[in-house]
């Protein structure tokens, strides 16, 4: 239990003593990142790991417990009774994963919910530097777009430049194919992949990656809409100098804005804002929060907190 004084009175941070974590089922990141919290806190952990398990973070996790001494339990099966018994509770997942365990628990004061977001990058500076077709590539890549900080679209202010920014990209992530290839797919990741193509095809767009040995994708999204993609790889190019108007549609399920140049931060933070976009980063660092972000908006551990004010009454 911490302390700190002031206005007269002392406030102390009280700390959850059990925390109980869902973890995401397409990537660890989110799990290794609750642990870190965790263990700052000094609070057990109990995770929800998803069926198909997560090795590098269950690894991950018995060493920690080993070397730090802390109380960290891995679950298969989810267990209602000991989620109830937690002092707080972090979800992970799609909204309606997130809607289905706030029901199964009822009232707690502690529970925070991590669902789907989506982020897309800004290109407002003309040009298309090899450089920044490299930091592009970097950041539709990493994770396969499996995260809420996976671009699914990068807009730029008309039709001209954002064809030459999707033929530059469409080019360097076919570089990329031939230095890391992609992972193994589903046959249900591939028909999702085939499905948003042909919809892209459908509705006039152009399309690069269509064909035998190209598992990625670019759209010029030549009528200026916006749509949440398969991932693995799949990125959209949309043309339009109203670039509030494109994102009107998703205001309050946005996250991360890439911008470039970053010069211009100025000029684009109130409508990011008002859009409700919590983070701006530059080009290639999507995927790569400092430490001290706050996710969706909110500090993650003085939200896991409850403050007690003592009174001295003096």
Not at 80 to 91: C, E, F, H, L
Not at 101 to 119: D, H, I, T
Not at 233 to 250: A, E, N, T
Request: hydrophobic content about 40%.
């Amino acid at each position: 239990m911490g302390c700190e004084s002031g206005g007269g009175a002392e406030r102390r941070a009280v700390i959850p003593q059990e925390i109980y974590h869902v973890c995401a089922s397409n990537l660890s990141v989110s799990a290794e990142m609750s642990l870190l919290i965790a263990s700052v806190l000094g609070s057990a952990a109990v995770f929800k790991l998803p069926s198909a398990g997560l090795p590098e973070f269950e690894v991950m996790a018995g060493k920690v417990r080993d070397s730090l001494g802390l109380a960290i339990t891995l679950l298969r099966d989810h267990d209602v009774q000991r989620m109830r018994g937690a002092d707080a509770v972090v979800v992970y997942g799609s909204d309606e994963t997130i809607q289905k365990f706030r029901q199964e628990l009822g009232w707690k004061p502690r529970f925070l919910g991590y669902g789907q977001k989506l982020s897309v990058g800004l290109l407002w500076g003309g040009g298309k530097a090899p450089d920044q077709v490299k930091r592009m590539v970097r950041d539709v890549v990493t994770y396969e777009q499996a995260g809420c900080l996976s671009p699914q679209a990068y807009l730029c202010p008309d039709l001209e430049q954002a064809e030459c920014w999707a033929e530059a990209l469409a080019g360097a992530l076919a570089e990329e194919e031939l230095r890391h290839p992609s992972p193994a797919r589903s046959f249900e990741e591939e028909g999702l992949i085939f499905e948003a193509r042909q919809r892209m095809l459908l509705r006039g767009n152009r399309v690069w990656g269509t064909g035998s040995g190209q598992p990625w994708t670019v759209v010029l999204a030549r009528d200026g809409f916006l749509e949440m993609g398969p991932g693995h790889r799949f990125i959209q190019v949309i043309p339009g100098s109203d670039w509030m108007k494109i994102l009107q549609p998703w205001k309050g399920k946005l996250s991360t804005l890439a911008l470039e140049p970053m010069e211009r931060l100025e000029e684009f933070t109130k409508g990011a804002a008002s859009l409700g976009f919590s983070r701006i980063c530059p080009l290639g660092a999507m995927q790569f929060p400092v430490l001290g972000w706050c996710h969706d908006g909110r500090p993650r551990l003085a939200d896991l907190l409850t403050w007690m004010t003592v009174e001295s009454g003096s």
